[in-house]
């Protein structure tokens, strides 16, 4: 499971928003599916570029191209892949994004929402995303110690 952070969480939550106001979505589309509009966001790359570079990689769909990830090649898509990789996901994570099955994402959806997601399904995207910020905010603000942030000072936090 991805590692909370800031960055993180407000990238899924900004890409839920820019679905939700209409940006442009094709599963098929390297650039304009699942993993591809969370790639625009984490990475800044168009999804014309994204696209471009999955067809200069290898052969498939984001599941694929990340079950074949190698961080140390030069190919284009496994760069885009490193920085999602540095902003707290791991390539499960890519996986479970494009086919919307993460069990731990999917158990945090309200109960007026759930139902089997379809992969491909724009409406479903955003409910997957924005149960997924809502389950990596709780981990972050569990992880929070105010007495590891106060420790400098006399005040201690019981």
């Not at 599941?63 to 707290?88: H, N, R, W, Y």
Request: one cysteine or more; aromatic letters at 6%; glycine letters at 4%.
């Amino acid at each position: 499971m991805a590692k909370a952070n800031l960055e993180l969480i407000r990238a899924l939550r900004r890409t839920a928003e820019k679905l939700e106001k209409g940006a442009k979505y094709q599963w098929g589309h390297m650039g304009s599916c699942n993993c591809g509009n969370l790639a625009q966001e984490l990475t800044h790359y168009t999804k014309e570029q994204i696209h471009a570079y999955a067809l200069e990689s290898r052969m498939g769909d984001w599941a694929d191209q990340t079950s074949a990830f190698c961080g140390e090649s030069k190919l284009p898509l496994d760069m885009v892949i490193s920085t999602m990789l540095e902003a707290g996901l791991d390539t499960d994570d890519l996986i479970h994004l494009e086919r919307l099955s993460d069990e731990k994402v999917l158990k945090r959806i309200p109960q007026t929402q759930l139902r089997e997601l379809q992969k491909n399904k724009r409406e479903d995207v955003i409910i997957y995303l924005k149960a997924w910020s809502d389950l990596l905010e709780e981990d972050f603000l569990a992880s929070i110690n105010l007495n590891n942030i106060f420790e400098n000072e006399e005040i201690a936090l019981y």
